[in-house]
Nanobody
Framework: QVQLVESGGGLVQAGGSLRLSCAASGRTFSSYAMGWFRQAPGKERESVAAIDWSGVTTSYTDSVKGRFTISRDNAKNTVYLQMNSLKPEDTAVYYC?????????????????WGQGTQVTVSS
């Protein structure tokens, strides 16, 4: 089994920044793609960003492109989400997930392990 633990969430003002971290254990981290998802109350879970096994290929949803950056440090078994220019619409629980394969996919069914989530709240 894979264990994923997110951290770094919190309350920030609009325009501020946060860096989320996801520490992984239980599987060869460098062999799998990783992703960040988010879910706001009453809304479906949506993909935010994904990164392939090597960290070379990334993918972002249009609403965060240019503001968020996903990265990974395979030596530390950790994936990050740097969030800049935050907006109130970014408020959600953010989840780290491990994909079933190597590609930077952004569909929920492509992921088989999930973290517990970390709350991000952006005030106006």
């Amino acid at each position: 089994q894979v264990q994923l633990v997110e951290s770094g969430g919190g309350l920030v003002q609009a325009g501020g920044s946060l860096r989320l971290s996801c520490a992984a254990s239980g599987r060869t981290f460098s062999s799998y793609a990783m992703g960040w998802f988010r879910q706001a109350p009453g809304k479906e879970r949506e993909s935010v960003a994904a990164i392939d096994w090597s960290g070379v290929t990334t993918s972002y949803t249009d609403s965060v492109k240019g503001r968020f950056t996903i990265s990974r440090d395979n030596a530390k078994n950790t994936v990050y989400l740097q969030m800049n220019s935050l907006k109130p619409e970014d408020t959600a629980v953010y989840y780290c997930a491990s994909a079933r394969g190597w590609a930077a996919v952004r569909r929920t069914y492509e992921y088989d392990y999930w973290g517990q989530g970390t709350q991000v709240t952006v005030s106006s």
